[in-house]
């Protein structure tokens, strides 16, 4: 192992080294400029009610990679701007069922520089008005 460290300290010049790891980011830049479709976790709080929704996003791919490194806040969405209904199932009696589209719709409006092509299960929320 030692021979071939020794080799290629011999061989490869230091200038190559950082000329090809400033290629590399170099290339990585301009592709960042290209639109991209990827699944993004968003975080909720709705009246209280704080949970997780997996979203399809599509945008450049600067902006996507800026929600995926520095984007962990919670979205806070009054439950007035949502669709609702109450739940009837034996599961989920009594809870607060919301409507995707208008969830969706929601995000969209809090999130301007991508866009949310579509949500994943939307959880039933505890009803808190009694």
């Excluded at 009837?88 to 009696?93: I, K, R």
């Amino acid at each position: 192992m030692e021979k071939i460290v020794a080799w290629v300290r011999r061989t490869v010049s230091p200038v190559f080294v950082v000329l090809l790891v400033a290629s590399f980011i170099l290339w990585y830049i301009a592709k960042l400029s290209y639109t991209y479709t990827t699944d993004q976790v968003m975080r909720l709080n709705v009246e209280g009610n704080e949970f997780q929704i997996t979203c399809v996003v599509e945008g450049v791919g600067t902006n996507l990679f800026g929600y995926r490194v520095y984007h962990d806040k919670v979205l806070r969405i009054p439950l007035s701007e949502l669709r609702t209904k109450t739940s009837y199932d034996e599961e989920t009696y009594g809870m607060i069922l919301i409507d995707p589209q208008s969830l969706q719709n929601a995000i969209s409006v809090r999130c301007t520089d991508i866009k949310i092509v579509s949500i994943g299960e939307v959880p039933a929320l505890k009803n808190f008005v009694e």
